[in-house]
């Protein structure tokens, strides 16, 4: 089935360890989501990619980066993860057109 | 700015009842959809339900209903005949209509348990 995958599903990382989290789509979506959410939160949107279009939303910290090397993956990377930086990381896609996105399950990220 | 509005931080509904779940939204938006996503314990997101703002029939997918009203600026969920395995957090989020970003706006959820 075609989906959105996320890897991996549990990350473990030490404060100012840099960490990547991958995000892949069989779905063939133009447009990809990277949101955060903390425990017991609303997800919130980090940022997100049209095509090779990067767009930033304007509260997401500059600790926070990300990459899509082709229409198929995008990483999120944290250059220093912060103890609050511990959250669910989850990937979305969606289709040029189309109104509706669809989820990964999630990369649960601790920072001890 | 959009703000969305999730009244209910919890509820809960015996198997096979019917459950109503708020969602009052704020948007400037002339145009814009409007989704209902789960999250049970495994946290993957689910689509539920989706309503196009412009469309005056309320959407309805199976047991999952939802009660649109434009003017109020409400969308609630009505879910029939309840199961185990609706048990989950409900998010509802408005999303404006088209553009490069279509950004959801999450409400802060309300978390449904079912009781057997």
């Known amino acids: 089935d075609a989906m959105v995958i996320q890897n991996p599903r549990y990350q473990v990382t030490q404060f100012g360890k840099p960490v990547t989290l991958s995000c892949s789509q069989t779905l063939n979506h133009n447009v990809m989501y990277w949101y955060q959410q903390k425990s017991s939160q609303a997800p919130k949107l980090l940022f997100h990619?049209?095509?090779?279009?990067?767009?930033n939303e304007a509260d997401t910290p500059d600790n926070f980066q990300s990459r899509r090397p082709n229409t198929s993956f995008c990483f999120l990377d944290i250059r220093s993860p912060g103890l609050g930086d511990t959250a669910m990381y989850l990937c979305?896609?969606?289709?040029?057109?189309?109104?509706?996105?669809?989820f990964g399950p999630g990369t649960r990220l601790t920072v001890l | 700015a959009q703000t969305v509005t999730q009244s209910q931080p919890e509820m809960s509904v015996q198997e096979a009842e019917t459950v109503t779940l708020s969602c009052t939204y704020d948007t400037s938006e002339s145009d814009y959809y409007l989704f209902w996503y789960k999250q049970p314990p495994s946290r993957q997101m689910i689509l539920v339900i989706r309503q196009e703002a412009y469309k005056q029939q309320n959407a309805t997918e199976n047991r999952f209903s939802v009660n649109f009203q434009k003017a109020a600026k409400s969308f609630s969920l009505k879910i029939s005949d309840s199961q185990l395995g609706d048990a989950a957090m409900y998010f509802c989020a408005p999303s404006a209509y088209g553009g490069a970003t279509n950004k959801l706006i999450f409400g802060t959820g309300t978390l449904l348990a079912v009781q057997p």
């Open positions: 990619y049209y095509d090779k279009d990067f767009n």
């Open positions: 979305a896609t969606r289709g040029w057109g189309a109104d509706t996105q669809y």
